[in-house]
């Protein structure tokens, strides 16, 4: 069994020296397992095969197991609950103070207060938004309630809510005598909220044109993108009116290239039309623009600005345990393991920091853990029936010598 430690062990040190880079994980101490998320960097992006089979996530255990996903979107605050910070009953006016101004399209009360009838003003930093909104509770007359106002959508850091219970309405005179009827209303809570969707959040990786080279009416702008993947990209373009088509090639190497997609790209200050974004599901080392001129001037394309998601790296961290990142030996396979399945990546979660990258001497080694990495699956295999003849033969020679 002595043996068998030793072999893994020496496995994991011959893969580790395969990598010719390395980044330390940081995060707060922990005293439980807990689902660590750390965004990947530049220096990853530029260092890693296509699908990031070379990673491998090493702890004081050995090889650990992790996922990379994309965080999709960012949900942007939409709603807010406040309560009150002063409260006028004699005027019947309450305020409400949010930390940052906040974009307010809609108000729900929050009022404990039924069989009521009520009009509502509603003032935003001191301007009146809105005037004589109709609240009301019918609890006894048709169970119908509503509580709700609707605003043009305003930016306010304090909001001011006066209501008026106007006694005189056919509602109070036809239930005068019912003894829940208030003479102030009681109002818990006012959830402030807007309709502003869940947004992606996109990282900006600013690229200029490598070369430009215009021929038979077509330009060609190329791009060192350096393996740092993109959602989408913009081009910044010094003309203001102008629609093009054109094509989007990828290469590895700059020489051979193929077909990522076809687009129509314009801008015009004459009828406002603008399409400068470009869908582009992409990572590669080049990007070449092929833009259709026509007999137009070729445009001065001097940058491309690549538009990703961010992508985090997923593990489980254990207490007292140390991380490191390993990556850029592209001799490697990419492991599958089973903790994406485990856990969900939307859930709680604390996030890590890489450290500094470092540069590792792997030029003795190359040769000899490739052919481990490349074997592995036999040589493991090898090890499980090197440990099964070994028990074998320890279990012979104890029925051998019972039989004695």
Not at 41 to 52: F, G, L, M, V
Not at 126 to 153: C, M, S
């Amino acid at each position: 069994m002595r043996s068998l430690m030793l072999l893994v062990l020496c496995s994991m040190v011959l893969f580790a020296n395969t990598q010719p880079y390395k980044k330390a994980i940081v995060f707060e101490k922990i005293t439980k397992p807990t689902l660590v998320k750390v965004k990947l960097d530049n220096e990853i992006y530029q260092h890693t095969t296509y699908d990031y089979a070379d990673v491998r996530l090493m702890s004081n255990r050995g090889v650990d197991g992790y996922f990379i996903k994309p965080h999709q979107a960012q949900r942007i605050d939409n709603q807010q609950t406040l309560t009150s910070t002063s409260y006028d009953r004699e005027n019947a006016k309450l305020i409400y103070l949010f930390k940052e101004p906040f974009e307010i399209e809609t108000i729900t009360l929050n009022i404990e207060d039924r069989n009521f009838e009520s009009t509502v003003d509603v003032y935003a930093d001191g301007k009146l938004v809105r005037q004589n909104d109709k609240i009301f509770d019918y609890t006894q007359e048709t169970g119908n309630r509503n509580f709700t106002v609707n605003l043009p959508k305003v930016k306010a850091k304090e909001v001011s809510i006066v209501y008026h219970l106007d006694k005189t309405t056919s509602f109070y005179k036809k239930y005068k005598n019912v003894k829940e009827l208030s003479q102030y209303l009681t109002i818990k809570s006012v959830t402030f909220s807007n309709n502003n969707a869940i947004k992606p959040i996109f990282e900006i990786t600013t690229m200029v044109t490598a070369s430009i080279l215009t021929k038979e009416k077509q330009s060609q702008y190329l791009f060192r993108t350096q393996g740092i993947p993109s959602n989408r990209i913009e081009l910044d373009v010094v003309e203001k009116n102008f629609k093009r088509s054109g094509a989007i090639y990828a290469s590895e190497n700059g020489e051979t290239w193929h077909h990522l997609k076809s687009f129509f790209y314009s801008n015009s200050t004459l009828n406002q039309e603008h399409n400068e974004t470009i869908e582009l599901e992409n990572r590669s080392e080049y990007l070449k623009l092929v833009i259709d001129n026509q007999d137009n001037q070729a445009l001065n394309i001097r940058a491309i600005k690549l538009l990703t998601l961010p992508n985090y790296l997923y593990f489980i961290a254990n207490p007292n345990e140390t991380y490191m990142l390993y990556f850029g030996d592209k001799n490697l396979t990419k492991p599958t393991y089973e903790v994406e399945s485990l856990v969900d990546s939307e859930v709680s979660f604390i996030t890590g920091n890489f450290g500094n990258m470092e540069q590792l001497d792997v030029t003795q080694t190359v040769k000899k853990i490739s052919f481990f990495e490349e074997h592995k699956e036999m040589l493991f295999m090898l090890v499980i029936l090197l440990a099964l003849g070994t028990m074998a033969y320890i279990a012979f020679g104890l029925l051998k010598r019972t039989r004695v």
